[in-house]
């Protein structure tokens, strides 16, 4: 099935970049592509595994209708499965660094990484895995646990507008990865010392640019006051307009 894949790739790629039958492109990939097996089926060709990442990742973050955005993205998950792990690394850092990936899948793909993660630390895992080892954080750690927050000078982001951003669900996977390498990695194989050092540099800056949100948040609150109630009001004078409007 495979050869009947690399055969027709030129298609693939021409519907998927066109929109065109991306419902028979996907039968034919899931069609193609091995079965999740024990034991584990042999590495895709690293040319087709990049060519798929980039293409599925895509199709998983841009298409209008859910269901196909989420067999797209399963699929995506099955075919970095079959790749070999150094690669699979390198893809995901890419994926994760390029400002032309969709936020979508800079939230989604932190989902990818945890299954990676997963499987490195499972007994079906195949040895040595580079998603148990030092170069993982090497390669991840400056993609994944930096936090993408507001800059120093942008005083125009409110806390509002941060929250509304897809920064706040990617923070999510973020700690959840954390939390994932900090409960299975018993034998410290990616190394708890700079583990600890890249996720205390993640919580300590967002700690600062939040309370800056906050700071931001509470003089935009007191300006309002002095403008609503007069120069002398004091800021829980808000919260009183708030729960007793004039009509």
């Given at each position: 099935s495979l050869p009947i894949l690399q055969a027709f790739l030129p298609v693939v790629?021409?519907?998927?970049?066109?929109?065109?039958?991306?419902?028979?492109?996907?039968?034919?990939?899931?069609?193609?592509?091995?079965?999740?097996?024990?034991?584990?089926?042999?590495?895709?060709?690293?040319?087709?595994?990049?060519?798929?990442?980039?293409?599925?990742?895509?199709?998983?973050?841009?298409?209008?209708?859910?269901?196909?955005?989420?067999?797209?993205?399963?699929?995506?998950?099955?075919?970095?499965?079959?790749?070999?792990?150094?690669?699979?690394?390198?893809?995901?850092?890419?994926?994760?660094?390029?400002?032309?990936?969709?936020?979508?899948?800079?939230?989604?793909?932190?989902?990818?990484?945890?299954?990676?993660?997963?499987?490195?630390?499972?007994?079906?895992?195949?040895?040595?895995?580079?998603?148990?080892?030092?170069?993982?954080?090497?390669?991840?750690?400056?993609?994944?646990?930096?936090?993408?927050?507001?800059?120093?000078?942008?005083?125009?982001?409110?806390?509002e507008e941060f929250l509304q951003s897809p920064e706040p669900s990617r923070l999510i996977e973020v700690f959840g990865l954390l939390f994932l390498l900090l409960q299975r990695d018993v034998s410290n194989s990616v190394s708890e010392a700079t583990l600890r050092r890249v996720s205390y540099s993640c919580t300590c800056r967002l700690a600062s640019v939040q309370k800056r949100l906050y700071c931001c948040c509470a003089k935009s609150s007191y300006s309002l006051c002095k403008a609503t109630w007069g120069s002398g009001t004091p800021v829980s004078a808000l919260h009183r307009a708030e729960i007793m409007p004039s009509d």
């Open positions: 790629i021409t519907c998927i970049q066109t929109n065109t039958a991306i419902e028979e492109v996907l039968s034919l990939i899931m069609f193609a592509i091995p079965r999740l097996t024990l034991p584990r089926p042999p590495p895709l060709p690293a040319d087709l595994s990049t060519i798929l990442t980039h293409l599925l990742s895509q199709l998983a973050s841009l298409h209008p209708d859910a269901t196909l955005r989420h067999i797209t993205f399963r699929v995506l998950g099955h075919t970095l499965w079959l790749t070999d792990p150094t690669l699979r690394l390198q893809l995901l850092a890419d994926l994760l660094s390029d400002p032309g990936t969709p936020e979508q899948m800079h939230v989604s793909g932190g989902g990818l990484v945890k299954e990676a993660v997963v499987e490195a630390f499972g007994p079906s895992a195949p040895t040595p895995n580079v998603f148990a080892s030092p170069e993982f954080l090497s390669t991840m750690g400056p993609v994944v646990f930096h936090p993408r927050l507001p800059n120093e000078g942008d005083a125009e982001t409110t806390l």
